[in-house]
């Protein structure tokens, strides 16, 4: 509140209460013009309306006079808050716009909630120190999404929530000065943040003599083909190969000489004697980050590299299960995210889907 408003509440008469440093009046509707409403008012239309008209926090203006008579308000409380305070609202949204990176926009303080939503689909970054350093704050609240999640344009990543009223500033300034630690130590990127997802061009190599052959059709392509599309990229070719080692081999040389961004190779993944894909990858000069995930679906799986081109051995169940640890790599993998040892042992962890 202005030092003027200020004068205002001071120099208007009406009942005083106090509420720690916060100081309630009640005041005549036409003299609380530029000071802050202290509750809720409701407006009641029988048969037609029952709901808030203005909510605790609103800064009255001349036009609102007339509404407030309308529902029976010559009188209304106002607040005048303490040096140290924050109404719920104010507070909300300074901490949400401490902690908010690129790719986000806020939505308006609402009964000391603001929301951080996504401006584009793209991958949710969420620092859980940081979440959990600010609600050990106390009478403030950061929920978020999982780092890693999948956001579209539009959807949440965090909200922040002020528990009382009004707030000590200082446990805002807690906040915002966690933020700006974090800043300062991962080169002025924020604790929350979206980072969008790359067009990669991919090269998808099906494997298997059963498809090769024309005996069986081939199910893998058109269900690669829609998840990586679902994410902005593109299978750029598909090819073909036997359960034959050098093949494979050759075959994935033959994507790596066409400059894909990404190379995939599904069947073959499991233990069979048949089954030749895991050492054709390896053949192929691939470093191999991890031949397998403890993961479910999809624990099968193959995560390495050749040179900076991730590759990937792909289960069967990429076929027909909805989420696989396909789908939870591919997402992180689009959003130029390098995969290590580490993200594959930290997938079982919650990744029994079944």
Do not use: W
């Given at each position: 509140?202005?030092?003027?408003?200020?004068?205002a509440?001071?120099?208007?008469?009406?009942?005083?209460?106090?509420v720690g440093?916060t100081?309630?009046?009640?005041?005549?509707?036409?003299?609380?013009?530029?000071?802050?409403?202290a509750h809720?008012?409701?407006?009641?239309?029988?048969?037609?309306?029952?709901?808030?008209?203005?909510?605790?926090?609103?800064?009255v203006?001349?036009?609102?006079?007339?509404?407030?008579?309308?529902?029976?308000?010559e009188?209304?409380?106002?607040?005048?808050?303490?040096?140290?305070?924050l109404?719920?609202?104010?507070?909300?949204?300074?901490?949400?716009?401490?902690?908010?990176?690129?790719?986000?926009?806020?939505?308006?303080?609402?009964e000391g909630?603001?929301?951080?939503k996504?401006?584009?689909l793209?991958?949710?970054h969420?620092?859980?120190?940081?979440v959990?350093?600010i609600?050990?704050?106390?009478?403030?609240?950061?929920?978020?999404v999982?780092?890693?999640?999948?956001?579209?344009a539009?959807?949440?990543?965090?909200?922040t929530r002020?528990?009382?009223?009004?707030?000590?500033?200082?446990?805002?300034?807690a906040?915002?000065?966690?933020?700006n630690?974090?800043r300062?130590a991962?080169?002025?990127?924020?604790?929350l943040?979206?980072e969008?997802?790359?067009k990669?061009?991919?090269?998808?190599?099906?494997?298997g003599?059963e498809?090769?052959?024309?005996r069986?059709?081939?199910?893998?392509?058109?269900?690669?083909?829609s998840?990586?599309?679902?994410?902005?990229?593109?299978i750029?070719e598909?090819?073909f190969a036997?359960?034959?080692?050098?093949?494979?081999?050759?075959?994935?040389?033959?994507?790596l000489?066409?400059?894909?961004?990404?190379?995939l190779?599904?069947?073959?993944?499991?233990?069979d004697p048949?089954?030749?894909?895991?050492?054709?990858i390896?053949?192929s000069?691939?470093?191999?980050v991890?031949y397998g995930?403890?993961?479910?679906?999809?624990?099968?799986?193959?995560?390495?590299?050749i040179?900076?081109?991730?590759?990937?051995?792909?289960p069967?169940?990429?076929?027909h299960?909805?989420?696989?640890?396909?789908?939870?790599?591919l997402p992180?993998?689009?959003?130029?995210?390098?995969?290590?040892?580490?993200?594959?042992?930290?997938?079982?962890?919650?990744?029994?889907?079944?």
């Amino acid at each position: 509140m202005s030092n003027e408003n200020n004068e205002a509440f001071e120099a208007i008469e009406g009942a005083v209460h106090r509420v720690g440093g916060t100081v309630l009046r009640e005041v005549k509707a036409k003299d609380a013009i530029g000071l802050r409403l202290a509750h809720d008012l409701t407006q009641i239309l029988p048969g037609q309306f029952k709901g808030r008209l203005f909510q605790k926090g609103h800064i009255v203006t001349e036009a609102d006079i007339p509404l407030l008579l309308d529902i029976g308000k010559e009188h209304i409380y106002v607040m005048q808050l303490g040096e140290n305070e924050l109404h719920e609202d104010d507070a909300a949204e300074r901490m949400a716009k401490a902690l908010a990176g690129s790719g986000l926009k806020l939505t308006e303080p609402h009964e000391g909630k603001v929301n951080l939503k996504s401006e584009l689909l793209g991958l949710a970054h969420v620092d859980e120190a940081v979440v959990r350093a600010i609600n050990d704050i106390g009478e403030v609240a950061l929920a978020t999404v999982k780092t890693n999640a999948v956001l579209q344009a539009g959807k949440s990543i965090a909200a922040t929530r002020v528990i009382p009223l009004i707030v000590d500033k200082k446990k805002v300034e807690a906040v915002e000065k966690l933020a700006n630690e974090y800043r300062t130590a991962n080169g002025g990127l924020s604790p929350l943040r979206v980072e969008p997802f790359r067009k990669l061009r991919i090269g998808l190599l099906t494997t298997g003599g059963e498809v090769f052959s024309g005996r069986i059709e081939d199910k893998f392509g058109p269900a690669v083909r829609s998840k990586v599309e679902a994410f902005g990229s593109e299978i750029a070719e598909q090819r073909f190969a036997p359960d034959d080692r050098q093949t494979i081999v050759n075959e994935i040389h033959y994507l790596l000489e066409r400059q894909y961004d990404m190379i995939l190779v599904t069947g073959g993944m499991s233990v069979d004697p048949d089954d030749r894909t895991p050492g054709a990858i390896k053949a192929s000069g691939a470093t191999i980050v991890s031949y397998g995930t403890p993961m479910l679906p999809g624990s099968m799986l193959l995560m390495g590299y050749i040179g900076e081109v991730p590759i990937m051995g792909l289960p069967g169940c990429v076929m027909h299960d909805p989420y696989t640890s396909f789908d939870a790599l591919l997402p992180r993998i689009l959003a130029g995210q390098p995969i290590v040892k580490d993200d594959i042992v930290g997938m079982g962890y919650g990744g029994l889907l079944t």
